[in-house]
């Protein structure tokens, strides 16, 4: 097992301005480099496999000089380098060293593709910077003991991304900013950002990364949890913390150094007073499958108190399952056969010891609400597993999921009667029934964007969603519904708020709303 040391030197941005000029001149971009790469050598890189691309990078253009340097660490020739970057620039900087007539980078640089706009012209090409070797898939190419590495992006890192809600904001809170991937995403929204973290070289990474981006600088505070913010508060806190459930802190960019899942927990419970009135905590997070314990109790009691919660488990994995990602993560799978197997039997014997049967991974989102937190309403809580494709980026649906319930509490059955809806965006109907039957079994509601949920109706239910288009209320729409059907109108509104609210909840209804996104009622006749 590698036990390379890390860089003594991590490069300083004084010229970063310059050195992002080049890299775009020469189009290394995410777009670029799946040109010069084509599909198959691109997807390879995300598998830690270079060969494809090392065979596509075979001329002399700035880009293909750059992606040996930057993306595939190897030596190029010194005027090749010369010819693509400002050289001088980038060794005084620290960027690249000089060995004989060769350079060769001392980080990673890969090109990230930023929302559309972000930071103006070319304002959607960035660059995270991290270890080399660290890019993509652990820690492996630069050795397990090696201390305070910071990994690039991987799939956690863009999902936490897809999930954030992006409305304008005036503070966010990156915890456990790593490579600073979420402080650059929250850079284009917020007025100040704050990126914390316990490892010193993570936040000289983050300011690399936002340097070369061409964002705004951040405030980077050292330390553990919320430790370094005092008593601040934010409208948004976003955290990838090092989840992983592990006997040991070995790895500081992935263990959290708690017992369990302490960690997540004592994050999202510290989260509540962090937050301004609105403001939303956004986390992934593992967590434990105790034996006679139901999961979804254990993660209800970690919302704190004055706080609505939307908890989605993604997956689940045995412990054999988890500790062999894991093991396999650090690269102990390529060592001695026989310390691998100490190290497998040493997480069991934690699991067994916490009578943890299987390990649950998710997204956590928390908002404070002034409501809740002085009794005036109830907590909102939805905790479910959702382990179905979804349609990212999320945020968006992620708000609206917490604007309906904020609707749906203000509204009791008649007052939902009077108001109006319009069927979403995207909604589609499915009959399902045996063939040549006359009448469908059931019917399906399927949304084709967001969460993509699916839900059975009955008839009424699939008449009053295809009626909804804002011009009538819910009760009128019934009341339609009773005549065609030869139902009792008075019956139909008594049983049918209940599959109203539902529909509202998942998504498939929107409520028509006034300025304030609460929906309208009709004064008469409803």
Not at 20 to 40: K, N, S, V
Not at 242 to 249: D, K, L
Request: net charge negative; with cysteine; proline share 5%.
């Amino acid at each position: 097992m590698s036990t390379t040391s890390l860089p003594p030197r991590l490069p300083v941005p004084a010229h970063a301005a310059r050195l992002r000029e080049a890299l775009l001149a020469a189009d290394y971009t995410a777009d670029g480099l799946l040109d010069l790469l084509g599909a198959p050598a691109y997807a390879a890189l995300a598998r830690s496999e270079t060969v494809p691309a090392l065979r596509a990078t075979r001329g002399d253009s700035p880009l293909e000089t750059l992606v040996r340097l930057f993306l595939l660490q190897r030596a190029v020739d010194h005027d090749r380098a010369a010819a693509a970057l400002p050289l001088e620039e980038a060794l005084a900087d620290g960027w690249v060293v000089r060995e004989d007539d060769t350079v060769l980078a001392t980080v990673d640089i890969r090109p990230y593709g930023g929302p559309d706009g972000a930071g103006g012209e070319d304002g959607g090409n960035w660059f995270i910077v991290s270890d080399l070797g660290c890019a993509v898939g652990g820690a492996g190419g630069i050795g397990k003991k090696a201390e305070g590495v910071v990994l690039g992006v991987g799939g956690a890192s863009t999902t936490l991304a897809g999930i954030t809600i992006r409305t304008p904001v005036s503070s966010a809170l990156d915890l456990g900013t790593g490579s600073g991937i979420q402080a650059l995403h929250a850079a284009q929204h917020a007025t100040l950002v704050t990126a914390t973290d316990l490892n010193p070289r993570a936040l000289d990474f983050t300011r690399l990364t936002l340097s070369l981006s061409g964002a705004r600088e951040a405030e980077l505070l050292e330390g553990s949890l919320f430790e370094p913010v005092d008593g601040d508060t934010y409208d948004l806190i976003v955290s990838n913390p090092p989840f992983v459930i592990s006997p040991g802190a070995a790895l500081t960019y992935r263990d959290g150094g708690m017992a369990g899942d302490d960690l997540c927990r004592t994050l999202v419970q510290e989260a509540g007073e962090r937050l301004n009135d609105g403001g939303y905590a956004q986390f992934l997070a593992n967590w434990q499958h105790v034996e006679g314990e139901e999961w979804q109790e254990r993660l209800r009691s970690w919302v704190p108190r004055g706080c609505d919660a939307w908890i989605v488990q993604r997956e689940v994995q045995d412990i054999t399952q988890y500790t062999e990602l894991w093991l396999r993560d650090s690269g102990d799978h390529r060592g001695d056969p026989d310390e691998y197997r100490l190290a497998y039997g040493r997480w069991l014997d934690e699991f067994e010891a916490r009578k943890t049967k299987a390990i649950g991974f998710g997204w956590i989102t928390i908002r404070r609400n002034a409501a809740v937190a002085s009794g005036e309403a109830d907590p909102s809580i939805l905790i479910e597993e959702w382990p179905h494709p979804v349609e990212q980026p999320l945020g968006d649906t992620i708000r609206a999921h917490f604007e309906r319930q904020d609707y749906l509490r203000s509204r009791d059955d008649a007052a939902l009667l009077a108001d109006r809806f319009t069927l979403a965006p995207e909604v589609t109907q499915e009959q399902v029934g045996l063939p040549g039957a006359e009448d469908p079994e059931h019917v399906v509601l399927r949304q084709n964007r967001g969460m993509r949920r699916a839900t059975k109706v009955d008839h009424v239910g699939a008449g009053f969603a295809g009626v909804c288009d804002g011009t009538l209320s819910a009760g009128r729409i019934l009341d339609a519904i009773g005549q065609l059907m030869g139902e009792d109108p008075v019956m139909l509104r008594d049983r049918t708020p209940q599959a109203i609210r539902l529909l509202v909840e998942e998504g498939f209804l929107l409520p028509v709303g006034t300025e304030d996104g609460v929906g309208i009622g009709e004064e008469s006749g409803a």
